[in-house]
């Protein structure tokens, strides 16, 4: 594991509760592909076509270049299809301007990551909804507003 791929608050989670579990790397990985590809504008087009790429990647078993490879381990596992399930669950989060949609739509995406991150181990760990907002918000460098403080 090298923990400049990950953030580093989720490299510390690896390092602590799941040490040395590759399924949990790889689901870390996976939210931190899809949160360094959403595109926070209202120009979405880009993050959908790289969110449809990862989901085909998986889908079909293609492992073969340095972004996908990290996802091998789900091909051992029951889990593949949650996977997949995690990444249309994202790719329903509209642009960050629709508010109110977007807190319900990552709300439901947080869901679907707390179910795949308790899946595997005996330790529980919740990651919270604000937690995984921040952390969007910090590999995307935006700001939450007002609005999605009160939400």
């Known amino acids: 594991m090298n923990s400049r791929n990950l953030f580093y608050v989720r490299s510390l989670h690896l390092r602590f509760y799941f040490s040395k579990n590759k399924y949990i790397e790889a689901l870390f990985y ?3 592909f899809l949160f360094d590809n959403y595109n926070h504008d209202e120009e979405i087009l880009i993050s959908n076509l790289k969110q449809k790429w990862i989901y085909d990647c998986i889908e079909k078993s293609d492992y073969s270049n340095d ?3 990290k996802f ?9 299809r949650n996977f997949l399930n995690l990444i249309e669950s994202f790719s329903q989060i509209p ?3 629709h508010k109110n949609k977007f807190i ?3 709300e ?3 869901k679907s990551f707390n179910l795949l991150l308790n899946i595997e181990d005996k330790v529980y760990l919740h990651s919270s909804v604000i937690f995984q907002l921040i952390y969007l918000s910090y590999a995307k ?11």
């Open 30 to 32: 996976l939210e931190k």
């Open 67 to 69: 972004i996908t490879k």
């Open 72 to 80: 091998q381990i789900i091909e051992q596992t029951d889990y593949k």
């Open 95 to 97: 642009s960050f301007i």
């Open 104 to 106: 319900k739509k990552f």
């Open 108 to 110: 439901d995406f947080n």
């Open 141 to 151: 460098k935006f700001k939450i507003d007002e609005n999605i403080k009160k939400n």
